[in-house]
C-alpha cells in the first residue's frame, strides 16, 4: 500500500519563490517517479492560507500569476489531529517541507509536525531553530571548538534606540571589510559587504528590513569559500566538497545563485545548478578532507538530521576551516551537487524519507510521560 507524502511549500517567507521551485523540481517530481507515494501537496501563501490541489504541481500557475486566483477561490483546508494527521479527512503518512526561512524551515513547521506525531524529512525542531538563527550557531560551533570568523550580534531595537553606540561597538571589534546580515535568511537576502564607516549605518537598515537580530561578521582573508551537503542521521554521508563562484565583489548573493547564472565571463568551466560552481572544488594541500570533516563536525553540533548543507571559509594562507552558516534545507535540496556525488534526485529523496521514519521510529522509543500522584492533593 502505498504511503502518503505531504510536500509543504510556499510560506510567508522572503524565499517563498525558491521554496516552490525546491517543491515543485527536486521533491514532488523525483517522488512521483518512484510511483511509490501518494503526494499531496499543500502550498502556503505569502499571506499565510494554507492550499491543497492538484494543479499545485504545475510551475505554469506561478508563472502566469494564477496561484493566486487558485489560492482565492480555494475552500478553506481541514488539518485534523485525532489520532494521526490528516488534510481534508485524508490521512499523511510522511511530510516533506520544502519551506526555506522563516514560518517553516526555522523550526515553526517542524513544532506543529511533532505535535501531529508523524514522521518529517529534515531536522528536528531544535536543530532547525539553531540552524537558521546564525548567531545561535556561530556560539554552539563555538562551544564545540569548531572555528568561526570574529561576530558581533545585536537587536533592530538596539540599533534604532542607540546607532551610533551600535556603530562603535561593531567598529571596535571587528575591522573592514565585514559583511552585515540578517540573522535567520537564506539565500543570502538582506547581505551587504561594508569596507568603512559610511556604508555600515545604510547596510544595518538593509539587514533590519528583513530581521529584528542582526549579525555582522569579519571578512576572512585569503578566502576560499565552500560549501559541503551532508545527508544522515547518525551515520553520515557527505557530498562533493564544493566551491560556488561568486561576483568581483566577493559577494555570492541572490542574484549571483538565482538570477544571473553565477560564476564570471571568461571564467574557467563551472558546474552546479545553475553553472555558478567548481565541482568538486580543488582545494591545496589537504583542505579538502579539512572541508569535510569541519562539517560533518558541525553538523553533529548543531544536532542536523536528514539533510543539511555546511557553508565554510578557508583562509588558504593559515589553512584554517571557519565554519561561516549551516542551511537545513537546502534550494532544490542541492540535486547538482548529490547527481555529482552518484546519487540521483529519485534515491535522495528515497533515503531522506528513510532517515525521517528512521528518526520517528527512535523516538516512539523513548518515554515522553511520567506517572505521580500529584494531581492526588487537590
Known sequence: ???????????????????????????????????????????ITKTGKWVSDANLTDIKIYRSGKINDLAAKSKPLSV??????????????????????????????????????????????????????????????????????????????????????TIKAITSKLKYPIFVKPAHLGSSIGITKVKNNDELSNAIEVAAYYDNKIIVEEAVENLIEVTVPIIGNDILTPALVERPLSKDDGVFDFDTKYINGGGKKGGAKTTGAQGYSELPAKLPGDLYKKSLAVAEATYRAIGAGGIARVDLLIDSKSSTVYFNEINPLPGSLYNHNW???GISSIELVRKLIAFAEQR???????????????LQQF
Open 1 to 43: 500500500m502505498k504511503k502518503t507524502v505531504a510536500v509543504f511549500f510556499g510560506g510567508r517567507s522572503t524565499e517563498h519563490d525558491i521554496s516552490i521551485i525546491t517543491a515543485l523540481s527536486s521533491i514532488i517530481k523525483p517522488l512521483e517517479l518512484t510511483k511509490e507515494y501518494n503526494i499531496v501537496p499543500i502550498y
Open 339 to 341: 547527481r555529482a556525488s
Open 80 to 165: 485534523s489531529f485525532d489520532g494521526g494527521f490528516a488534510i481534508n479527512k485524508k490521512r499523511i503518512d510522511i511530510a516533506f517541507p520544502a519551506m526555506h526561512g522563516p514560518y517553516g524551515e526555522d523550526g515553526s513547521l517542524m513544532g506543529l509536525l511533532r505535535m501531529a506525531g508523524i514522521p518529517f524529512v529534515g531536522s528536528d525542531m531544535d536543530a532547525s531553530v539553531i540552524a537558521m538563527d546564525k548567531v545561535l550557531a556561530k556560539q554552539v560551533a563555538q562551544a564545540n571548538n569548531i572555528p568561526t570568523s570574529a561576530f558581533y550580534a545585536f537587536s533592530k531595537l538596539q540599533f534604532t534606540d542607540s546607532p551610533s553606540a
Open 360 to 374: 520517528f521510529a527512535q523516538q516512539q522509543k523513548q518515554e515522553t510521560t511520567f506517572d505521580s500522584n500529584f
